[in-house]
């Protein structure tokens, strides 16, 4: 059973879709820092297709706002004139574009080795309409306009955005001394200025940050500037279950990018605009990146029937044919520290993103899909599980193409989702469901037992009591949600009524396969709703 637009839709003994529809009814309506650097995925696989980042989100958005200016101007329920109106939407629609913090910090280490390193950090704000800010914290080396693009990206997504990074190589620090003295002192930076807090702003894990980092981050801040607030853990997302954490967490991006992958995949009419069908069943995927996203994708789409032929890493990249099994080389990589020579699989020689397959995730980094290969992707479906992986002239080259690619705005937007989730979690100081584990178990039980006396009252008890049996998927649940499962629940909602708005806004202004655009659209209208109800007085 699929969906059409939203609504169920099944398919037929002989592949086709049963729902009344033709194929032309089928089709997509018409309306509707401070060590060596060195190459890595951040950087542009083609160097004259290598915008900056922050550029490159301008251009997103300048796009969007074109499309939505109009309705904006026309849904202002004011006395002004119409000229007035316009002014007024452009002007607003000036104050969302820009990046309005940047700030900027360097500050010394002491190595193991009595040698001083100056670390360089940065954390950017995109906007305070809503706060606290939340965005990621990345330890890698990057420049000034990525994490100001790359917290832009996601203002849509969550309330307001930021993302930090400290500029450094994690691999040439030690783990046990150096990285955390350069998290908490970074943490202190943050807090010295203003940029960390639990109505402030929140950071959350990004490239070659995790459980660990963030741990370091809550206790830095709740020992120091948070000493005298009860809320201080919720400064930071992403923490190990004692410190707060939430289940769910770890995997929660890569769920998500399963999640969005799902809510078009199952949709009719978007699949026979790329000749293919509705369903996981029978489909092929490839990722590049496998790291926590990249696994965790990968291991969704593999319980849910996609096959993975291809895995591609910074030192290599391997294939089969015949399906990789998820656990199996998560296992190789956490024994080996690589997935190159991984057993029942063969090197690939060029480049995995260009392989054979019906769905490719990048799921690395920024700008790995230029005008130099994207005539060269043989994939139907590009899911953007990194952030900013495709160019503009790649997005172009892809519409002509007739290539779907599910924006990373929306896509790998789970992991900021659950991260709320645990934010709400540390400010209401217990966990989720366990205030009604008992009284839903209890009632669960008072069900059946009702049903049963009400049967043996009918009936009577002649031949004994008349046992009422649960089903084995209602004695799970007999005894309610657990936090993960309500994490998840309200995950795979969040990603569905997302993607339910896309969908809508895509068909409203006639974008086609431009879900990039469409997600635009959607967070521009949200934001700008904000500013002009909330007025501009203090701007």
Request: aromatic share 2%; glycine share 10%.
């Given at each position: 059973m699929y969906r059409y637009l939203g609504q169920l839709v099944t398919r037929g003994a002989a592949g086709g879709l049963a729902s009344g529809c033709s194929a032309a009814d089928s089709a997509l309506p018409a309306t509707c820092a401070s060590v060596v650097r060195r190459r890595g995925y951040s950087q542009a696989v083609d160097q004259e297709d290598d915008p900056n980042f922050f550029t490159m989100v301008e251009g997103f958005f300048d796009k969007?706002?074109?499309?939505v200016e109009d309705k904006l101007v026309e849904d202002l329920k004011t006395r002004e004139t119409p000229e007035q109106k316009r002014?007024?939407?452009r002007?607003?629609?000036?104050?969302?574009?820009p990046c309005n913090h940047v700030l900027s910090v360097s500050f010394p280490i002491k190595r193991d080795n009595g040698e001083w390193e100056v670390i360089e950090g940065y954390r950017a704000q995109h906007s305070q309409h809503r706060t606290p800010c939340k965005g990621g914290e990345r330890h890698t080396h990057t420049h000034t306009h990525t994490p100001a693009g790359l917290c832009c990206?996601?203002?849509?997504?969550?309330s307001s955005v930021q993302l930090s990074s400290a500029q450094f190589s994690p691999a040439q620090f030690s783990p046990d001394t150096e990285l955390e003295k350069i998290t908490r002192r970074f943490t202190i930076e943050l807090a010295k200025k203003g940029f960390i807090g639990p109505g402030i702003d929140v950071p959350a894990p990004d490239m070659s940050t995790g459980e660990r980092e963030m741990s370091w981050i809550a206790d830095t801040f709740a020992t120091t500037m948070g000493h005298y607030?009860?809320?201080a853990h919720a400064c930071v997302t992403g923490k190990p279950i004692s410190q707060g954490g939430i289940h769910g967490r770890i995997s929660a991006t890569g769920r998500g990018v399963f999640h969005g992958i799902e809510n078009f995949i199952?949709?009719?009419a978007y699949m026979s605009q790329l000749g293919m069908c509705p369903g996981f069943q029978d489909k092929t995927f490839v990722i590049q990146g496998f790291g926590n996203v990249g696994l965790h994708s990968m291991r969704y789409l593999h319980r849910f029937g996609a096959k993975c032929i291809g895995i591609g890493e910074m030192d290599g990249s391997i294939w089969n044919p015949n399906g990789i099994d998820p656990k199996e080389l998560e296992d190789y990589k956490l024994a080996n520290g690589t997935i190159v020579g991984f057993p029942n699989s063969t090197p690939y020689e060029g480049n995995i993103l260009e392989a054979d397959c019906d769905i490719l995730i990048p799921a690395a980094s920024e700008k790995q899909l230029t005008k130099s290969n994207a005539h060269k992707i043989k994939a139907k479906i590009i899911a953007e599980g990194a952030n900013g992986p495709t160019t503009p002239e790649a997005d172009r080259i892809f519409l002509e193409r007739n290539i779907l690619v599910i924006p990373d705005m929306y896509l790998n937007a789970g992991g900021v989702t659950v991260s709320y989730f645990e934010w709400l979690k540390n400010l209401n100081h217990v966990s989720y469901g366990r205030l009604t584990f008992k009284y839903e178990r209890d009632s669960n039980y008072h069900l059946?037992?009702?049903?049963?006396?009400?049967?043996?009252?009918?009936?009577g008890k002649h031949g004994g009591a008349i046992p009422i049996v649960p089903t084995s998927e209602f004695q799970d649940r007999i005894a309610g949600a657990s936090e993960k499962d309500i994490v998840h629940s309200g995950l795979a909602f969040t990603m569905e009524r997302s993607a339910r708005q896309i969908m809508r806004t895509a068909n409203r202004y006639?974008?086609?396969l431009d879900l990039r655009t469409a997600a635009y659209v959607n967070a521009i209208e949200k934001v700008f709703k904000v500013y002009s109800e909330a007025g501009l007085i203090f701007t």
């Open positions: 969007g706002a074109a499309i002014k007024r939407v002007g607003i629609l000036k104050i969302i574009k990206v996601h203002t849509g997504v969550s607030d009860i809320n199952n949709e009719a059946l037992m009702s049903v049963q006396e009400s049967l043996e009252r009918k009936f006639n974008l086609g």
